[in-house]
T-cell receptor, first 117, second 112 residues
Framework: DTGVSQNPRHKITKRGQNVTFRCDPI?????LYWYRQTLGQGPEFLTY????????KSRLLSDRFSAERPKGSFSTLEIQRTEQGDSAMYLC???????????????FGSGTRLTVV | KQEVTQIPAALSVPEGENLVLNCSFT??????LQWFRQDPGKGLTSLLL?????REQTSGRLNASLDKSSGRSTLYIAASQPGDSATYLC???????????FGKGTMLLVSP
């Protein structure tokens, strides 16, 4: 297992365009999380899935954001009509059943850096 | 609402020094606390996880302690090396929740 994989690593888009990011979690992890991190800040929670069910969404997740996890495997995060304020690092994490109680809790991916110009 | 604060925001030390990073949280009803390392422009690497019932965890030169009642955790790094240079993030998981609340991190620079 190679850990949590995120694609693309970098994305530059023009304001108003739609973007989609992908996250492939560790195969035996049934929980998948999306976080957003802006410069100089800690990551902030966006949403999480248990298997294919989206169990919680943050108030940060505006109507322009949508996340899916079909079949409980990989997940996609789409941002419609991007704005400059969406520029950030988008991090995906996964955890074992029980929500991160293993020795290393959550495992994060390398992130997708979005720049909206 | 849980709030996590990390002090100092930045720290610069010469190689070989022992150092302590501090993390405080406002709500002591936590499930666990996790320390992460983040290199510039990269994702997060988990270092240590402490369950609420534990007092400390050790991994190599790293030791993390937890005082839940006072809302504090410390990350102790022994014999620092230039390769330890990174941002260190503290995150808590509240009881009854699955998500993490992060501090803003401590940016560490270890000079040769």
């Amino acid at each position: 297992d190679t850990g949590v994989s995120q694609n693309p690593r970098h994305k530059i888009t023009k304001r108003g365009q739609n973007v989609t990011f992908r996250c492939d979690p560790i195969s035996e992890h049934n929980r998948l999380y999306w976080y957003r991190q802006t410069l100089g800040q800690g990551p902030e929670f966006l949403t999480y899935f248990q298997n294919e069910a989206q169990l919680e969404k943050s108030r940060l997740l505006s109507d322009r954001f949508s996340a899916e996890r079909p079949k409980g495997s990989f997940s996609t995060l789409e941002i419609q009509r991007t704005e400059q304020g969406d520029s950030a690092m988008y991090l995906c994490a996964s955890s074992k059943p029980g929500g991160g109680t293993g020795p290393y809790g959550y495992t994060f991916g390398s992130g997708t850096r979005l720049t909206v110009v | 609402k849980q709030e996590v604060t990390q002090i100092p925001a930045a720290l610069s030390v010469p190689e070989g020094e022992n150092l302590v990073l501090n993390c405080s949280f406002t709500d002591s009803a936590i499930y666990n606390l996790q320390w992460f390392r983040q290199d510039p422009g990269k994702g997060l690497t988990s270092l240590l996880l402490i369950q609420s019932s534990q007092r400390e965890q050790t991994s190599g030169r790293l030791n993390a302690s937890l005082d839940k009642s006072s809302g504090r955790s410390t990350l102790y790094i022994a014999a620092s090396q230039p390769g330890d240079s990174a941002t260190y993030l503290c995150a808590v998981r509240d009881s009854g929740y699955s998500t993490l609340t992060f501090g803003k991190g401590t940016m560490l620079l270890v000079s040769p």
